[in-house]
């Protein structure tokens, strides 16, 4: 009677995968933390480049109830009153367009477009109009509203423009925001008999809330500091208008390159208007920013 001897089976062993996971750990940290830093240092340099040369024009008592009607260049004084209702107007009239549009257009490829020939169509357009220059969105709008149906240049010609700009960005975040919702809370509804449009009103859409006000306010930034908009289609007013549909109308980037052309930089009076309007602008779109997060979380789910 023979018997073989079974060779001895080599048991893996893990000896240094330990210290290396550690180290490449450790070097991905430091990677992250240094390129977070990277990022934070032109950020920072700028604001404080914006807040310390914008301060002095906005401790004026005048700078944010007068506008800047019968000034000239050279003369200190005026404010930017005009300037702030007409980038308000315009991004009124902008978003009460663009937030619908996108909303629908983000929800429509999540929940019902999936894989079919419009959805795919309607991505691939959202894709190109992501990547449109501004210029190009004025020379579209100035092309059909102005020269083709007759109306004038106005404020509202400018609107349409960012629209443009607007919709893409609102329908990519709206998109995402969409996703990260669980297919769980979706199922849930659906097997308590709930109908799918009822589901995505009271379910999805409120659950994504916060994500989708991020990206409007994120949309609504971009195109509130455009300035190829209102040079082609509106020009720059230095006195108050609220007609959106007729003559000149103020704006903040609008008196920014105002000033640059009366000699910022060479003239200390332009030059503080500049900046003044510069840091104006910012602080405009950080109140938006801080109100539309107040009410996304006011209206959001409240957690049990």
């Known amino acids: 009677m023979t018997t073989t001897l079974e060779k001895p089976v080599k048991v893996p ?3 240094g995968v330990g210290l290396r996971r550690t180290v490449t750990n450790n070097i991905a940290t430091v990677l992250v933390s240094g390129s977070v ?11 404080y480049s914006v807040i310390t ?44 367009i663009s937030i619908p549009i996108g909303v629908m257009v ?33 020379l579209f709008i100035y092309a059909l509203w102005v ?43 659906y097997a308590l008999g709930v109908p799918k449009w009822k589901t995505i ?13 991020t990206g409007v ?3 609504l930034a971009r195109v509130m500091g455009e300035t190829a908009p209102l040079l082609v289609l509106v020009g720059y007013a230095q006195a108050m208008n609220f007609d959106m549909f007729g003559g000149f109308m103020g704006s903040l980037p609008g008196m920014m390159y105002d000033q640059i052309s009366a000699g910022a930089g060479a003239n200390p009076v332009p030059t503080d208007r500049l900046w003044g309007a510069a840091l104006t602008l910012i602080l405009l779109i950080a109140v938006l920013n801080v109100g539309a997060r107040v009410l996304a979380k006011f209206f959001s789910p409240k957690k049990v």
């Open 13 to 15: 062993t893990f000896r």
């Open 37 to 47: 830093l990277v990022a934070l240092v032109p950020l920072l340099w700028v604001l």
């Open 53 to 96: 040369k914008g301060i002095k024009a906005l401790t004026s008592p005048l700078w944010f109830t007068n506008s800047q009607s019968g000034m000239t260049a050279f003369a200190a004084g005026g404010g930017v009153y005009h300037a702030i209702v007409g980038t308000l107007l315009q991004g009124l009239v902008c978003s009460l």
């Open 106 to 138: 983000g929800v429509y490829l999540v929940e019902y477009g999936g894989g079919t020939r419009l959805g795919k169509l309607t991505t691939f357009m959202v894709d190109i109009l992501t990547g449109v220059p501004s210029i190009v969105a004025a």
């Open 147 to 189: 020269a083709t149906l007759g109306f004038e240049r106005s404020g509202f010609a400018v609107s349409l423009s960012l629209v443009l700009l607007m919709i893409p960005v609102i329908v990519r975040s709206t998109e995402e925001m969409l996703r990260i919702v669980p297919m769980d809370l979706r199922e849930a509804s």
């Open 201 to 213: 009103m009271r379910i999805v859409i409120p659950t994504a809330l916060s994500g989708i006000v």
């Open 217 to 219: 306010m994120l949309a």
